[in-house]
């Protein structure tokens, strides 16, 4: 069933998962303060050692800069949606998830694949409850499952 009402353009951001982003910087600074007590390591060691400090430094960093991210806007039309200033048909969506009871995200996964890209992967910042409403509705004139549970992100 095709519909020919447009949805206003709901706003949407990248959310920050706290729990990861502090997880991430207490390994980061548990990693750091035993590599500086421990100078007499085997320099290949050392090194792995930095390299693996450098990458937790990076994801701290992404995270964080996520904080300064602008708002996006995900615009719901027949057939298709739009986050930004990419569209994506809903022949090419698999499956939209939610994820969390409060302050919940969602991630909407491309067919044939397993992981959500963070250009994909939102929360809505005005009525969450309504947002996802809408999402859902969307999804079911488009024929595309929304379920309920947790997916797996990148950064």
Not at 87 to 99: L, M, N, P, Q
Not at 102 to 122: E, H, K, N
Not at 127 to 152: H, M, S, T, Y
Request: hydrophobic share 45%; charged share 25%; proline share 5%.
């Amino acid at each position: 069933m095709e519909s020919n009402r447009q949805i206003h353009p709901l706003r949407i951001k990248t959310p920050v998962l706290w729990a990861e982003t502090i997880g991430l910087a207490v390994v980061l600074l548990v990693n750091g303060a035993n590599f500086s007590r421990h100078r007499d390591l085997d320099p290949l060691i050392l090194g792995m050692g930095v390299v693996v400090l450098i990458f937790l430094l990076l994801l701290v960093g992404i995270r964080l800069s996520r904080l300064k991210q602008q708002p996006r806007q995900l615009t719901l039309s027949p057939g298709a949606l739009e986050i930004g200033v990419s569209r994506y048909a809903a022949s090419e969506i698999g499956e939209i998830r939610v994820c969390g009871v409060f302050g919940a995200y969602t991630g909407i996964l491309r067919r044939g694949r397993r992981i959500v890209p963070p250009s994909l992967y939102f929360r809505f910042l005005e009525d969450e409850e309504q947002g996802v409403r809408e999402l859902e509705r969307w999804a079911a004139e488009n024929g595309i499952k929304v379920a309920r549970k947790n997916f797996l992100k990148w950064i």
